[in-house]
């Protein structure tokens, strides 16, 4: 089992930057990715970054060269600095952690960037 708590956000202004961290517990060497999602209201889920355990990483074509996904060697932190924000990009932001047979979420952070 994984607990994964995620923090910071709130409210940013266009073109501000805030870091989101999640806070990952339980039985980390399971972990393959940990990853952040968002859904802003009325759309679905959508995949923002993702970091492995090899440490490599992924981001979203919408947020590519703003955004960057980093993390601790232990699986203990992950981090998503978030640069040059948009009020589109205003969402609930999500950690998940992906194991080989099972996923879990946290319960999301709140961003909203006003224009």
């Known amino acids: 089992q994984v607990q994964l708590a995620e923090s910071g956000g709130g409210l940013v202004q266009a073109g501000g930057s805030t870091i989101l961290s999640c806070a990952v517990s339980?039985?980390?060497?399971?972990?393959?990715?940990i990853s952040w999602y968002r859904q802003a209201p009325g759309k679905e889920r959508e995949l923002v970054a993702t970091?492995?355990?090899?440490?490599?990483?992924h981001v979203a074509d919408n947020v590519k060269g703003r955004f960057t996904i980093s993390r601790d060697d232990a699986w203990k932190i992950v981090y998503l600095q978030m640069n040059s924000l948009k009020p589109e990009d205003t969402a609930v932001y999500y950690c998940?952690?992906?194991?080989?047979?099972?996923?879990?979420w946290g319960r999301g952070t709140q961003v909203t960037v006003s224009s």
């Open positions: 998940n952690s992906a194991h080989r047979d099972r996923m879990y």
């Open positions: 339980g039985i980390t060497a399971s972990i393959n990715a």
């Open positions: 970091v492995d355990s090899g440490g490599n990483t």
